[in-house]
């Protein structure tokens, strides 16, 4: 007897890899379609999740967070300056009411120099301020493929592959709001503030040609005890066009039963952020917000857009008023124009991190 022969299978399996060469190479249509399909899909995933409104948070009297401190330090916009305008400090004073008038003010300069010397630079790399692309904290998942989509725009460096400053007016904006959140943080650990009591604090920052009205201040006191608990920023200074999209996405949900009918939210409507950031001219930080701030330092891209991609993904917990509480000014104040000074060098010792 021979050896009985061997039958061919009836199916021949593909292994994954090699199906998705097969289509990509003769079938680039197929291919192209279907970047596009996922592309669509990822932007309604996240246009969806965009419009959904914190649950409602009503804090006791003794959990109620406040606002702890006021600082006001530069814009990406301001002129060099040898010190923060005070005016809007002056003005808090006079129009705050029971939330701001008596909440201590700081014009905080933090770090200005129109032509930041080596030293300086060095020396804010060293404190892991901000630092060249180098010294970056991996991207997450989501914002990779975001990027590969084209749904996300390159946040700008503010070093060159020569370790040179691009603007210096980016790299100088970026430190002084990551000394300020370093600053109010380390004040907190000097006076033996407790932990427990850090934690009900929160620092309110505008930058110094922040547009701040009455109805800046009432907007404000009514938003604040409707955070959601877990915040770490609210952001004041929203684009138009991402209250559009959250209102529109709102309505999509609705249309399609995904969002209970309910009452019009009062206003402001605080929209978590999913995958942008609202401008930084004036924004609410939480303690616990700090200390997520600092885990991912040194700033290495504009600051806004490298703010972007810790929301997208998920390691910041942003929500953002709209309509916006504040807007910037079209021309900066007009006290803060003297000469570009050498840097303010204020905590020089690192923050702790609770826990």
Known sequence: MGKPQSKAPKYVIIPVEARVAVTTQTRPWLAAQATGGVSLLVLLFLLLQTGQAPRPHHPTA???PF????????SHRSPGARGADPTLCHWLARNGGELLAHTPCTPFTGFWAGAPSRDQIVDLIARRIVAPETHAKPQGPLTRLLYRLGLSAAAPPLF?????????????????HALAWQNWTMSMIKRSV???ERAKRLLLIFEDDANVTTDTVAALSRALPRLDPSFDILALDSADSFCSLSCWADRAMGAMGLLARRDAPPTPHLVRAR???SRSTGVVLSYKGALQLFRYLPITRVSDLWERDLVTDRILNVYVACPRLVSAAVVAPALAVVAAPDSVQVETEPPAVDG
């Open 62 to 64: 003794d959990a109620a």
């Open 67 to 74: 606002i702890s401190d006021i600082y006001v330090v530069h």
């Open 160 to 176: 060159n592959e020569h370790e040179e400053v691009i603007d210096a007016q980016s790299l100088s904006s970026a430190a002084s």
């Open 194 to 196: 407790p932990p427990a």
């Open 275 to 277: 995958t942008s950031f």
